[in-house]
Nanobody, 130 residues
Framework: EVQLVESGGGLVQPGGSLRLSCAASGFTFSTYYMGWFRQAPGKEREYVALYLGASGTQYADSVKGRFNISKDNTNRKAYLQMNNQQPEDTAMYFC????????????????????????WGRGSQVTVSS
């Protein structure tokens, strides 16, 4: 069974940093592509960052220059390093995966439904507040 489990969320002050982790199991992690998404209360889920292997990484404009996505195939984990966090970053953060980078990109840009991806985690709450 393909499974993703997020961790590392919590409360952080504006300007602070957090690193989210996404632990993967049940599939050949090295051949899959990863994405981070978030959903704030009352808002739709939005994409944050994509790891597309040889095609590089993609970031939403709202986090570009502050967030960094990475993937560790040895430890079967993906990460989202979040720096200079702001109150508008408050959300539930989800990792997702698929073996098709085009599908991952399509979901990120709203051209494919989220449930078409191979797996989603259950989320990790990040709250940015003083």
């Amino acid at each position: 069974e393909v499974q993703l489990v997020e961790s590392g969320g919590g409360l952080v002050q504006p300007g602070g940093s957090l690193r989210l982790s996404c632990a993967a199991s049940g599939f050949t992690f090295s051949t899959y592509y990863m994405g981070w998404f978030r959903q704030a209360p009352g808002k739709e889920r939005e994409y944050v960052a994509l790891y597309l292997g040889a095609s590089g990484t993609q970031y939403a404009d709202s986090v570009k220059g502050r967030f960094n996505i990475s993937k560790d195939n040895t430890n079967r984990k993906a990460y989202l390093q979040m720096n200079n966090q702001q109150p508008e970053d408050t959300a539930m953060y989800f990792c997702a995966t698929d073996h098709n980078p085009s599908l991952l990109f399509a979901v990120a840009t709203g051209r494919a439904p989220p449930d078409t991806l191979a797996a989603w985690g259950r989320g990790s709450q990040v709250t940015v507040s003083s």
